[in-house]
DNA sequence: TTTTGAGTTGTTCGA
DNA sequence: GTCGAACAACTCAAA
C-alpha cells in the first residue's frame, strides 16, 4: 500500500492523524503544494507567514526524511500525482478555510470516481465546529456558553508518533523553489533569533511557557512589557502543535501545582477563543471579508490613505500604538493587549475600516490565521459576534499608563522617547517644552505629533455609530 | 413558550 | 482619589 500524505497545516509529526493512517498502511509519500490558485487573492499566504512557512517546511522534510514539494493547483496536482505514483489512498488533515473547504471536497471527490481511498481527519481543533450545538441544535453566537459546552466535553488526548516508511518519487521542487523565505531584502533577518519554526521548536516553546510563563499568566498576560504570553500562535497555525497536545500539557501543570490552576484555566480559555473563531468562520464563512452584524455596514467609514501609513508605520504620535506597530513590523508579532489598542485606534480613532487592519495584519503577523485575524478584528469594531460593545473606545494613554506603567515597552519600540519621564512617556504631546528638550525630542522631528486628537476622535466614533443606528431605524 | 440572566479585555463623568 | 453609574439596546442560551 502506498498512501499521499498531503501534508497542509499540521507540518508535525506527532498527535498526527494523517501520518498516523498513512504509516500504518504502508508506505508514504508526503507532499506539500504551495496553492495560491484557489485562495481569494486577498487571503493567499501572507508575507510573515512565508516566512515561517519556509522555515517549518524545512524542519518537517529534515525529521520526514525528505518530502515532495509542488506548487500550484491541489485540484490537478492531487490526482495526478496519485495517478503517477501509483498511490491507493490519500490523506489529509482537515483545514477550515472556506476556500479550502471548497478545494478539499472537489478533491475527495474526484479521486473516489477514480477508486482512490480519500480520507480527512482532525488535527487542528479540540472539536470540530459542526459538533458543537447549543440545546437548540444551532452553532453558539457567545463565547461563554460555547466554552462552558466545549469544556464539559473530555478534550481528546494527543497521540504518539507513529513508526513510518517515507518514498518519494521524482518530478518535485527543491523548497527553495517556493520562494517563501525573503531575499532582497531580506526583511526577516534575525527573526530566527527570536523564534524557531517546527515541531521541536514548539515543543520546547510549550514546555518553557508552562515551566517558566504559566505561573501569573492570569493577570500578566496582559502586560507587553512582560514575557508572560505564551508565543505559541505561529506554532498553532502551521500545527507544528496540536491544540489536544497544549490542553493535556497545560491541564497536568495546572493540576499539579494549585498555585498555576487559574492561570492555565485562563490559558485553556485563550485557546477556547481560537476553537471559537474557528467555529464562527465555519458556520459564517463570509466572516473575513463582511460585517457579522449587517448593520455595520451603514457605519461612515472613512479613506484616507496617509493616516493608514501613519498607524502602519507606527508614526501616529500615541506611543502604545506606534510600539506595537513597530513591533509587529520588526518581529512578526504584537502582544494580544497591544493588538487591541492599535486596532481601536485604526477603527475608532481613524475611523478607517478594520478590513483595513485585517490585510496589514494578515500580511505582517507570523500567526496570521483567517480565523482568528476575522474574528477578533470584528471584535473590536463591534460588527462581529459577542464583539466588544461600540462605545468601549481604548483610550491608548491610559491603557499604556496601565499596562507598560514602566514605560519598557515603549522605550523598546520607540527608542526616540526613551529619555523622556515616565510620567510623559505615554503622552509625550502632553510634556512642557523643557522636559521634552531635556529628553532630547522635538516633536515632529524625532517622533510625531498625534495625527489625532483622542477626545475629539472618541466623539467623532461615537457619532458615527449614532449614525449606524439611524440608519437602522 | 416565555422569561430570565448574562454577555473577554473600557472610558468618562460626577458625586 | 475613589466609586458607581452611564454609555444601548439586543441577542443569545437555558430554564
Same mark, same amino acid.
Not at 466554552?147 to 464539559?152: D, G, M, N, P, Q
Not at 485553556?268 to 465555519?282: A, C, K, P, Q, V
Not at 505629533?449 to 477626545?455: E, G, L, Q, S
Given at each position: 500500500?502506498?498512501?499521499?500524505?498531503?501534508?497542509?497545516?499540521?507540518?508535525?509529526?506527532?498527535?498526527?492523524?494523517?501520518?498516523?493512517?498513512?504509516?500504518?498502511?504502508?508506505?508514504?509519500?508526503?507532499?506539500?503544494?504551495?496553492?495560491?490558485? *484557489?485562495? #481569494?487573492?486577498?487571503?493567499?499566504?501572507?508575507?510573515?507567514?512565508?516566512?515561517?512557512?519556509?522555515?517549518?517546511?524545512?524542519?518537517?522534510?529534515?525529521?520526514?526524511?525528505?518530502?515532495?514539494?509542488?506548487?500550484?493547483?491541489?485540484?490537478?496536482?492531487? #490526482?495526478?500525482?496519485? /495517478?503517477?505514483?501509483?498511490?491507493?489512498?490519500?490523506?489529509?488533515?482537515?483545514?477550515?478555510?472556506?476556500?479550502?473547504?471548497?478545494?478539499?471536497?472537489?478533491?475527495?471527490?474526484?479521486?473516489?470516481?477514480?477508486?482512490?481511498?480519500?480520507?480527512? &481527519?482532525?488535527?487542528?481543533?479540540?472539536?470540530?465546529?459542526?459538533?458543537?450545538?447549543?440545546?437548540?441544535?444551532?452553532?453558539?453566537?457567545?463565547?461563554?456558553?460555547?466554552?462552558?459546552?466545549?469544556?464539559?466535553?473530555?478534550?481528546?488526548?494527543?497521540?504518539?508518533?507513529?513508526?513510518? *516508511?517515507?518514498?518519494?518519487?521524482?518530478?518535485?521542487?527543491?523548497?527553495?523553489?517556493?520562494?517563501?523565505?525573503? /531575499?532582497? #531584502?531580506?526583511?526577516?533577518?534575525?527573526?530566527?533569533?527570536?523564534? *524557531?519554526?517546527?515541531?521541536?521548536?514548539?515543543?520546547?516553546?510549550?514546555?518553557? &511557557?508552562?515551566?517558566?510563563?504559566?505561573?501569573?499568566?492570569?493577570?500578566?498576560?496582559?502586560?507587553?512589557?512582560?514575557?508572560?504570553?505564551?508565543?505559541?500562535?505561529?506554532?498553532?497555525?502551521?500545527?507544528?502543535?496540536?491544540?489536544?497536545?497544549?490542553?493535556?500539557?497545560?491541564?497536568?501543570?495546572?493540576?499539579?501545582?494549585?498555585?498555576?490552576?487559574?492561570?492555565?484555566? /485562563?490559558?485553556?480559555?485563550?485557546?477556547?477563543?481560537?476553537?471559537?473563531?474557528?467555529?464562527?468562520?465555519?458556520?459564517?464563512?463570509?466572516?473575513? @471579508?463582511?460585517?457579522?452584524?449587517?448593520?455595520?455596514?451603514?457605519?461612515?467609514?472613512?479613506?484616507?490613505?496617509?493616516?493608514?501609513?501613519?498607524?502602519?508605520?507606527?508614526?501616529?504620535?500615541?506611543?502604545?500604538?506606534?510600539?506595537?506597530?513597530?513591533?509587529?513590523?520588526?518581529?512578526?508579532?504584537?502582544?494580544?493587549?497591544?493588538?487591541?489598542?492599535?486596532?481601536?485606534?485604526?477603527?475608532?480613532?481613524?475611523?478607517?475600516?478594520?478590513?483595513?487592519?485585517?490585510?496589514?495584519?494578515?500580511?505582517?503577523?507570523?500567526?496570521?490565521?483567517?480565523?482568528?485575524?476575522?474574528?477578533?478584528?470584528?471584535?473590536?469594531?463591534?460588527?462581529?459576534?459577542?464583539?466588544?460593545?461600540? &462605545?468601549?473606545? &481604548?483610550?491608548?494613554?491610559?491603557?499604556?499608563?496601565?499596562?507598560?506603567?514602566?514605560?519598557?515597552?515603549?522605550?523598546?519600540?520607540? #527608542?526616540?522617547?526613551?529619555?523622556?519621564?515616565?510620567?510623559?512617556?505615554?503622552?509625550?504631546?502632553?510634556?512642557?517644552?523643557?522636559?521634552?528638550?531635556?529628553?532630547?525630542?522635538?516633536?515632529?522631528?524625532?517622533?510625531?505629533?498625534?495625527?489625532? @486628537?483622542?477626545?475629539?476622535?472618541?466623539?467623532?466614533?461615537?457619532?458615527?455609530?449614532?449614525?449606524?443606528?439611524?440608519?437602522?431605524?
Amino acid at each position: 500500500m502506498k498512501t499521499i500524505l498531503w501534508v497542509r497545516q499540521d507540518l508535525r509529526l506527532a498527535d498526527n492523524p494523517a501520518l498516523a493512517e498513512a504509516a500504518g498502511a504502508g508506505t508514504v509519500i508526503p507532499v506539500y503544494i504551495l496553492d495560491d490558485v *484557489t485562495p #481569494p487573492p486577498a487571503w493567499r499566504i501572507g508575507g510573515a507567514s512565508r516566512w515561517w512557512l519556509h522555515h517549518s517546511l524545512a524542519a518537517l522534510r529534515d525529521s520526514l526524511g525528505g518530502m515532495l514539494f509542488l506548487r500550484g493547483d491541489p485540484r490537478l496536482l492531487i #490526482p495526478e500525482l496519485a /495517478k503517477s505514483a501509483g498511490a491507493d489512498a490519500v490523506v489529509w488533515n482537515r483545514c477550515y478555510e472556506p476556500s479550502a473547504i471548497a478545494r478539499d471536497s472537489v478533491i475527495k471527490a474526484g479521486l473516489a470516481q477514480t477508486g482512490i481511498d480519500a480520507r480527512s &481527519f482532525n488535527a487542528s481543533l479540540l472539536n470540530e465546529p459542526w459538533e458543537v450545538k447549543n440545546l437548540s441544535g444551532a452553532p453558539f453566537k457567545v463565547f461563554t456558553p460555547y466554552w462552558k459546552s466545549c469544556r464539559a466535553r473530555p478534550f481528546p488526548p494527543p497521540a504518539r508518533t507513529p513508526q513510518f *516508511t517515507v518514498e518519494l518519487p521524482a518530478g518535485g521542487l527543491a523548497l527553495e523553489a517556493l520562494k517563501l523565505a525573503p /531575499k532582497n #531584502p531580506d526583511w526577516a533577518a534575525g527573526w530566527e533569533t527570536i523564534w *524557531t519554526p517546527g515541531e521541536a521548536g514548539a515543543q520546547r516553546r510549550l514546555a518553557d &511557557f508552562l515551566d517558566a510563563d504559566l505561573r501569573g499568566y492570569a493577570d500578566l498576560r496582559d502586560r507587553p512589557d512582560l514575557t508572560h504570553a505564551s508565543r505559541l500562535s505561529p506554532h498553532l497555525h502551521w500545527g507544528e502543535i496540536s491544540p489536544r497536545q497544549i490542553a493535556a500539557a497545560a491541564r497536568m501543570a495546572g493540576d499539579s501545582d494549585s498555585a498555576k490552576s487559574r492561570d492555565a484555566d /485562563k490559558f485553556l480559555s485563550e485557546i477556547g477563543w481560537r476553537e471559537f473563531s474557528h467555529h464562527l468562520l465555519y458556520h459564517f464563512p463570509s466572516l473575513p @471579508d463582511a460585517n457579522w452584524k449587517p448593520a455595520f455596514d451603514a457605519y461612515p467609514w472613512r479613506e484616507d490613505a496617509a493616516d493608514l501609513k501613519a498607524w502602519q508605520r507606527g508614526m501616529t504620535g500615541y506611543p502604545m500604538v506606534d510600539a506595537g506597530m513597530r513591533e509587529l513590523w520588526q518581529t512578526g508579532t504584537m502582544q494580544n493587549r497591544v493588538r487591541m489598542i492599535t486596532a481601536s485606534f485604526l477603527i475608532k480613532h481613524l475611523r478607517l475600516h478594520w478590513r483595513a487592519g485585517e490585510d496589514w495584519f494578515w500580511d505582517t503577523l507570523l500567526d496570521a490565521d483567517l480565523a482568528n485575524n476575522a474574528a477578533g478584528w470584528q471584535w473590536v469594531a463591534g460588527s462581529g459576534a459577542d464583539a466588544a460593545p461600540y &462605545f468601549r473606545i &481604548f483610550n491608548p494613554m491610559s491603557q499604556g499608563t496601565k499596562f507598560d506603567p514602566e514605560g519598557d515597552y515603549v522605550r523598546r519600540w520607540c #527608542p526616540e522617547l526613551a529619555r523622556l519621564p515616565n510620567e510623559f512617556i505615554h503622552a509625550p504631546f502632553l510634556a512642557a517644552a523643557e522636559v521634552l528638550a531635556k529628553a532630547g525630542v522635538v516633536l515632529g522631528r524625532d517622533y510625531p505629533r498625534p495625527i489625532v @486628537d483622542h477626545a475629539a476622535a472618541r466623539e467623532a466614533a461615537l457619532a458615527g455609530y449614532q449614525a449606524l443606528k439611524a440608519a437602522g431605524d
